[in-house]
């Protein structure tokens, strides 16, 4: 059975700074892609960053460019998200996913964790 738990979501203050980490479990974590994802309360989950099973190659929505980084241990069977100068309008319950192929979107995930609450105070 395939697990996905996060973990590391809080409240911060706005230019904060929170590392989310996401343990995998149950799947060969090196043969998959991973991404983060997130919903605020009344939108729609967004895709926020992804990487590739290598970790050679990552991608990130522009929202997030620069200010977050996401990175992997296969050895840990871990993937984090590293998130700074965190604003108000990050605030949104974020979840980690699992993808056999390369994606951007919530359909090319196979497994879902089922999140960790960040709450950016302005």
């Known amino acids: 059975q395939v697990q996905l738990v996060e973990s590391g979501g809080g409240l911060v203050q706005a230019g904060g700074s929170l590392r989310l980490s996401c343990a995998a479990s149950?799947?060969?974590?090196?043969?998959?892609?991973m991404g983060w994802f997130r919903q605020a309360p009344g939108k729609e989950r967004e895709f926020v960053a992804a990487?590739?099973?290598?970790?050679?190659?990552?991608d990130y929505a522009d929202s997030v460019k620069g200010r977050f980084t996401i990175s992997r241990d296969n050895a840990k069977n871990t993937v984090y998200l590293q998130a700074n100068s965190l604003k108000p309008e990050d605030t949104a319950v974020y979840y980690c996913?699992?993808?056999?192929?390369?994606?951007?979107?919530?359909?090319?995930?196979?497994?879902w964790g089922q999140g960790t609450q960040v709450t950016v105070s302005s």
């Open positions: 990487i590739n099973w290598g970790g050679a190659t990552t």
């Open positions: 996913a699992a993808a056999r192929y390369r994606g951007f979107t919530s359909t090319a995930y196979d497994y």
């Open positions: 149950g799947l060969t974590f090196s043969n998959y892609h």
